[in-house]
């Protein structure tokens, strides 16, 4: 009987695998914009991030993502976050997120560029340190955005 439960037990095991490093998603409702430091998010999403790019505007987007496969099922799970840091470490936006639920006004509060008609900042200088031509290419690099959301996004970037 023994051998049995230590048997399905490794079956089991070995049936699961995962990469990255899981992540508290949820906080991700918690980030500021201009205010929360890089350090404040890590702490805020329990892990350090996997993956740091930086642009050449001097920003950089650092990734947290955690994928699991089962090995029985074949079934993935990915859920990612790629967030945009100043050169000085302090929160920008989201700039992509992959199954991970956040309400649509902390949506709009975290991944949509200021737009400058609801200021006096032109539209080249709504994120900030990020030239507007900078803006669009990270726009043409985001990948799985409806092509609305990729039309709004345009248009802040644009001051339309």
Same mark, same amino acid.
């Not at 500021?32 to 404040?40: A, C, I, M, V």
């Not at 400058?116 to 900030?128: E, L, Y």
């Given at each position: ?38 350090? =404040?998010?890590?702490? @805020?999403?329990? %892990? ?7 642009? !050449?505007?001097?920003? *950089?987007? +650092? ?34 997120? =992959?199954?991970?639920? @956040?309400?649509? %006004? ?7 560029? !200021?737009?400058?008609? *609801?200021? +006096? ?40």
């Amino acid at each position: 009987m023994r051998l049995i439960v230590v048997c399905l037990l490794v079956a089991v095991l070995a049936g699961c695998a995962s990469s990255g490093r899981n992540f508290n998603a949820q906080n991700l409702a918690q980030l500021e914009p201009g205010r929360t430091t890089f350090d =404040q998010t890590r702490q @805020l999403l329990g %892990a350090p991030p996997v993956q740091t790019v930086l642009a !050449p505007s001097g920003n *950089s987007v +650092s990734y947290w993502r955690f994928i699991r496969v089962n090995g029985f099922s074949g079934n993935t799970s990915i859920t990612e976050a790629g967030l945009v840091f100043t050169p000085g470490g302090t929160f920008v936006r989201i700039l992509q997120l =992959q199954n991970i639920d @956040l309400s649509q %006004a902390d949506r709009h509060r975290l991944m949509v560029l !200021p737009a400058a008609s *609801s200021s +006096s900042v032109p539209a080249s200088q709504a994120q900030p340190g990020v030239s507007r031509e900078q803006q669009l290419q990270e726009l043409q690099n985001t990948q799985g955005l409806s092509y609305d959301e990729y039309q709004r996004r345009y248009k802040a970037i644009n001051g339309q």
